[in-house]
């Protein structure tokens, strides 16, 4: 930090800069994430490795909560999936730049889920214009995420963006199939499976049924697999939380 200026000023703020993100990550831990797995950086929280959040949507998230507004909007405001208007086709864009095999793997992706037989639909579009969700590559040497997604926003729309990590390209087409159909879980609002509170980010709320206690091949886990198509706890979930 430069001191050319007022020190003393920039001290200040920065104090009152930690105490909202302290606040903040109270709430995402009294949401079930584990402190030592939230992580702040450039404005946004990242949670479990992979999973995004914006500050400014943590901030609404915790006003919202903190709001009475009636009984009628309560689930909604506990449980932050993609809203009716998006269900049933969540737009996904797959930039130019994003290898082959990580595009044809992010096509089996908006496949697997509208296949599912739920509400829940998504496809393809040719325009960013068009789309909700835009899938890009990144580059993280060595890092630990493989890709990364952000979550819904408080009103419902789908995460904006799922980052590839092209650190993994070595990964098979069949994992990376799994990997692009968890972050697009993501998207929608899944949380993993195998962590903290677990299917969902607010689990625990009389509408969330509880997950099964262990799930080792659901796709909501935080490791990758082959993929070998969705549990019976994956669709059970995804039935309940988008039926048709
Ligand atoms: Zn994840």
Redesign the pocket.
Known sequence: MSCLFSCKKEESESTSHTKVVDSQIAYLNSKGFKKENIEFKNGKFIL????LINQDEVAARIKSEGTSDGPQTEHWRHRYIVSRTYQYDVRVYIDPAVPADWQTATQGAVTNWSTLGSGLGMSLVSTLFQAHTRVFAGYESGANWVA??YLPTSNGRPGVSIEINTYYNYLTPSEKLFAIT??L??TVGFN?TDQNVGFFITSGTPWIPDPPQVDPYSV?N?FILPWNGFTTGDVQATRILFPF
């Open positions: 479990d490795n992979d999973i990364r997604a968890h972050e879980g993501h993993h909501m935080s």
